[in-house]
């Protein structure tokens, strides 16, 4: 009866609450699952961290925690240079998939750095 009063205020998440910045790049991603299911998709932003994989394409039984390989689709890849990461599925919705990139370097907190990645 009273829950509705004492209910506690969601404070909405904006881009500034976050701990890690994001980073604008509209760009077609694509996942490539361990059971060799691919999602293609786009991303708006990134963080160090991971990306959000906007998309209406999800594999059949797709759960949080299945590993996969995520990639920028280039356009025109210099050489055939590719960019493509380990990550995790953290979160699934109606907009798509949220993926944690699963690259640990030395001296760099868990964070990954592109260059370090590019496949060549």
């Known amino acids: 009866m009273f829950g509705s009063l004492f209910r506690r205020k969601r404070k909405r998440r904006n881009q500034d609450d976050r701990k890690?910045?994001?980073?604008p790049i509209h760009v077609r991603i694509s996942l490539v699952l361990e059971n060799?299911?691919?999602v293609?998709?786009?991303m708006k932003s990134m963080s160090t961290k991971g990306l959000f994989l906007f998309t209406r394409d999800?594999?059949?039984g797709l759960a949080v925690g299945e590993?996969?390989?995520?990639?920028?689709?280039?356009?025109?890849?210099?050489?055939?240079a590719q960019m493509r990461f380990p990550c995790e599925v953290v979160r699934i919705d109606r907009n798509g998939?949220?993926?944690r990139f699963l690259v640990q370097t030395d001296g760099q907190e868990?964070?990954?750095?592109?260059?370090d990645f590019m496949a060549e």
Do not use: Q
């Not at 890690?20 to 980073?23: E, S």
């Not at 868990?110 to 260059?115: I, S, T, V």
């Open 58 to 60: 999800r594999p059949f």
């Open 67 to 80: 590993e996969g390989d995520v990639g920028l689709e280039v356009d025109n890849p210099t050489d055939g």
């Open 40 to 42: 293609h998709g786009s």
């Open 36 to 38: 060799g299911a691919v």
């Open 110 to 115: 868990g964070n990954f750095y592109p260059e």
């Open 20 to 23: 890690l910045g994001r980073y």
């Open 97 to 99: 998939i949220a993926l």
